[in-house]
Nanobody, 120 residues
Framework: VQLQACGGGLVQAGGSLRLSCAAP????????MGWHRQAPGKQRELVAA???????NYADSVKGRFTVSRDNAKNTVYLQMNSLKAEDTGVYYC???????????????WGQGTLVTVSS
């Protein structure tokens, strides 16, 4: 299963964007959901995750600026990104699986992601 992240775009530093990602109910209901990003020339990294119980976890680089949430009625996970910085630029992906702190086992294949470009 490949999930598609949506909502990327070009934004100035200090601005905000909200990403969204919908999943089939059978997957969403029983899995943790995670947001990953890949900056140019760098490996993909975990940015934020939310367990099926609603417990959230964030990379240190985005704590206090990003908020992950899930709408169980819409089978959708969101990533609200505030106070964006140039270093937040990258392709953002969503996936599902098991997320515990910085450790994750993803079960979906990687989609195209959505590009976030933050201009300084």
């Amino acid at each position: 299963v490949q999930l598609q992240a949506c909502g990327g775009g070009l934004v100035q530093a200090g601005g905000s964007l909200r990403l969204s990602c919908a999943a089939p109910g059978s997957i969403f209901r029983f899995n943790d959901m995670g947001w990953h990003r890949q900056a140019p020339g760098k490996q993909r990294e975990l940015v934020a995750a939310i367990t099926s119980a609603g417990i959230t976890n964030y990379a240190d680089s985005v704590k206090g600026r990003f908020t992950v949430s899930r709408d169980n009625a819409k089978n959708t996970v969101y990533l609200q990104m505030n106070s964006l910085k140039a270093e937040d630029t990258g392709v953002y992906y969503c996936n599902f699986g098991s997320y515990r702190g910085s450790y994750s086992i993803t079960r979906g294949s990687w989609g195209q992601g959505t590009l976030v470009t933050v201009s300084s």
